[in-house]
């Protein structure tokens, strides 16, 4: 299969995959013979068992534009940034995590689907921008927890990276310091576009592009999700054997999960780092059962989301318009406990990725940097699936509204990967502006769109880059469409504050503290979370 700039190969699993996965992602197996990508906290199985970043493999000569057989480059200069004169030699370094290429360029047993996107890509920069050097790390530590640790060693020392994965850490890095504002790049062309206004019109929507409390922007989007960052793996076998049908509300879900346990098997294995839920779910359990609130969150009466100032979670919090007391929220922490209620013995700490290959689970949450896994097995003897997480809706309770459903990608509010540059060594290096025209060459159409395609776990963001036809069949899905501006629990306000709520969660979903004591701590976790946000981010809170 070929796409304009993107990959043209994939292994026999992944085209087997790929037929059935047009009705509802269901897929004809999968044995483990490759490994995670992860963007998210850990890079985890949905059981807490660490992997390692994998891709498809690829045709070893393909380019952005299919070369029948040729040996086109990887990425081409668009005819937008011509190569530099005399410049000073600089060396740039990029932490790219879920991206870095692999040891093995050619499949190998240790490597069946070898990762070269981005060698190809830094290839192809460096002959047009010679006095630039591009090195990519891969000493760092994959977990988020310990990321931060040899982060806070490697600015102290001035050996950071210029560059570096951010999707999951920007709050403790922009508390720090670290990451480079970029607004004033963003409002100027991309070089590598031909007819660029804006960088920041390059992408799908601007929405996607994170905006700080403050309102600045630094970080660049580089994936976005394909009908969603997580989903639900299902085994179709049983959904059949059970007369299940896949759930379009979150009381749908539950009711499934409820049973599948009734039939005999391990109803819903939830996602798992550090001993702790994901919380994924909060984000379309929310949003529908927060949308009464969404007036008195939107204070500056912004009519668009890409509008909104960036503070408005910070002061909702300081202005009690969401709080753990609300009965939105109240209800929100309920709804997924019923779903946590339904867990196996042992979520926390028991690895189930075993059981999922035996075909005893019938879902199990997971991240699509894990679709990889799956469409490489070719061992497992049952059919699989994946859908959305369900939204809640008025059978969930009396806050939710009855939305309309609508097929297509929904719009994305956040990316899924993104990547930021590190003020501190940047500035040591004098290599700014050198990283900013490496990140804009990403973003350009063609070389997105060969950069994600080799990994099948999301889409471009860059507009003109083409998503992997896998995805067709998410694509096809009814979706729950939202309000221009709607808003979700903001557990996420600061890395400690989710750490806090999560740890509290898993003591909850276990009856090992009561609902008071658990809300209370939610409260002040929140609580901190804005009060630290203000602080370190200087925020103006006089028009509050």
């Known amino acids: 299969m070929s796409a304009h700039g993107g990959v043209k190969k994939f292994t026999a699993a992944s085209l087997c995959i790929m037929v059935v996965m047009v009705l509802l992602l269901s897929a004809c197996s999968g044995g483990n ?22 891709s498809p493999s690829t045709d070893s000569g393909s380019g952005a534009k299919d070369n029948q057989g040729g040996n086109e480059s990887a990425t081409t200069n668009n005819g937008g940034a011509a190569a530099q004169g005399d410049q000073k030699p600089v060396t740039i370094k990029v932490l790219a995590q879920a991206l870095t290429p692999t040891d093995d360029k050619t499949p190998t047993e240790k490597t069946p689907v070898p990762r070269v996107a981005l060698d190809k890509i830094v290839e192809d920069f460096q002959k047009q921008y010679p006095y630039i050097t591009v090195e990519i790390m891969t000493s760092a530590p994959k977990e988020a927890d310990e990321l931060l640790p040899w982060f806070t060693t490697r600015v102290a020392s001035g050996d950071a990276p210029d560059i570096a994965w951010s999707s999951n850490t920007k709050a403790e890095w922009y508390n720090q310091g670290w990451l480079q504002p970029l607004d004033d790049y963003y409002n100027k062309p991309n070089p590598f576009i031909e007819g660029n206004d804006k960088w920041i019109n390059a992408f799908t929507n601007v929405e996607i592009v994170p905006k700080e409390a403050d309102g600045t922007h630094d970080q660049v989007p580089l994936i976005q999700a394909a009908g969603g960052q997580v989903g639900i793996f299902y085994n179709i076998d049983i959904f059949k054997k059970l007369n299940l049908q896949v759930p379009k509300t979150w009381k749908e879900f539950v009711d499934v999960a409820k049973k599948a346990k009734d039939g005999g098997y391990i109803a819903s294995v939830p996602w798992v780092a550090n001993h702790q839920p994901s919380l994924w779910e909060l984000e379309p359990i929310s949003k529908p059962l927060m949308s009464g609130l969404v007036d008195p969150f939107n204070y500056t009466g912004a009519a668009k989301a890409a509008d909104l100032k960036g503070d408005e979670s910070v002061r909702a919090i300081k202005k009690g318009v969401i709080s753990a007391d609300k009965p939105e929220v109240r209800q929100t922490w309920t709804l997924y406990k019923e779903w946590a209620k339904l867990w196996p013995e042992g979520w926390a700490t028991q690895d189930f990725l075993p059981q999922w290959n035996a075909g005893k689970v019938a879902m199990r949450e997971g991240g699509m940097w894990e679709l990889q896994q799956e469409l490489s097995d070719t061992k497992r003897t049952f059919k699989w699936g994946l859908f959305p997480i369900p939204s809640a809706g008025p059978d969930s309770g009396q806050y939710a509204p009855e939305l309309p459903r609508v097929k297509g990608f929904p719009k994305n509010t956040q990316p899924s990967f993104s990547m930021s540059i590190i003020k501190p060594s940047v500035e040591k290096h004098g290599t700014l502006d ?3 025209l490496f990140l804009q060459y990403l973003t350009s159409p063609q070389v997105n769109e060969y950069l994600i395609n080799e990994i099948p776990m999301g889409r471009p963001t860059v507009n003109g880059a083409e998503t992997l036809p896998l995805f067709d069949a998410l694509k096809n899905m009814e979706y729950p469409q939202f309000p221009e501006i709607s808003i979700a629990f903001p557990y996420t306000i600061t890395g400690e504050t989710a750490d806090t709520i999560s740890k509290n969660a898993a003591l909850w979903f ?7 004591k658990f809300f209370g701590e939610v409260q002040k976790a929140l609580e901190t979370g804005a009060d630290e946000s203000i602080k370190t981010q200087k925020l103006d809170t006089s028009k509050w």
Do not use: F, L
């Open 33 to 54: 013979n490759g490994q995670n990508a992860g963007t998210g906290n850990k890079e985890q199985s949905g059981n807490g068992q660490d992997q390692s970043p994998a």
């Open 434 to 436: 050198a990283s900013v």
């Open 510 to 516: 276990r009856d090992e503290i009561k609902d008071d």
